[in-house]
């Protein structure tokens, strides 16, 4: 089973992180499920650049990895097996589910509300949105009725990446919050605070939990 903490038995937020900063968070995390009163579960076992992605695209440095586009798949993945299985586990039925993901899995949390309606709320520190087509894509879509909240963070730095595709993710997440806005009765929140890309993360977490479980 995924790492996981329980704190609710009805609410419960699933987080995609980067490896990089998942030892560093423990006790963090453990601070807001008890604050806020929710049970956390880590997802493991994460292709980062193929399972996040909706559909292939170049990597973004020279000589990357190319994006894989196998979202789909790990969706399927997540909604009818692990989600099932954790809350069996863990014993918790009727949930409000929340997704969250930083980076890459800020853009899969997102894209996933247009094609599953596993999560009522939705979080996204430092998504990847400016993702190839992403938004082009949101404009021809719609979200999931079930969705109740979205909440994006973004570092106020972040839109002087080096990389011309990176720098356009504060354009183009104020324009998937507000496609969203348009096309959902959800409570929508973006958000331009403090750091780069990501960094420092704990204080977006305990923003990204005050607006959607405060």
């Known amino acids: 089973m995924p790492s996981s903490i329980k704190q609710s038995s009805n609410r419960i937020c699933y987080m995609i992180l980067p490896e990089g900063i998942r030892k560093d968070l423990d006790v963090g995390l453990n601070g807001l499920a008890e604050k806020y009163g929710v049970s956390l579960v880590v997802i493991d076992h994460v292709d980062w650049n193929d399972d996040l992605t909706p559909w292939p695209a170049v990597g973004v440095f020279k000589k990357a990895k190319p994006f894989g586009g196998k979202a789909a798949a790990f969706l399927d993945k997540l909604a009818?097996?692990?989600?099932?299985?954790t809350e069996?586990?863990?014993?918790?039925?009727?949930?409000?589910?929340?997704?969250?993901?930083?980076?890459?899995?800020?853009?899969?949390?997102?894209?996933?509300?247009?094609?599953?309606?596993?999560?009522?709320?939705?979080?996204?520190?430092?998504?990847?949105?400016?993702?190839?087509?992403?938004?082009?894509?949101?404009?021809?879509?719609?979200?999931?009725p079930r969705v109740e909240k979205v909440c994006m963070l973004l570092g106020e730095k972040e839109k002087n990446a080096k990389d011309k595709r990176m720098a356009t993710v504060e354009e183009c997440t104020l324009a998937a919050a507000n496609l969203i806005k348009e096309k959902t009765r959800a409570s929508v929140t973006f958000e331009l605070v403090e750091g780069t890309h990501f960094s420092p993360i704990m204080p977006r977490l305990e923003r990204a939990f005050e607006v959607v479980f405060g």
């Open 80 to 85: 009818n097996e692990v989600v099932p299985k």
């Open 88 to 144: 069996q586990d863990l014993g918790i039925e009727g949930a409000e589910r929340t997704l969250l993901g930083v980076s890459l899995s800020g853009l899969f949390a997102v894209w996933s509300a247009f094609n599953a309606d596993t999560f009522a709320n939705i979080i996204s520190i430092s998504g990847s949105l400016w993702y190839d087509g992403l938004v082009e894509w949101m404009e021809t879509q719609m979200p999931s």
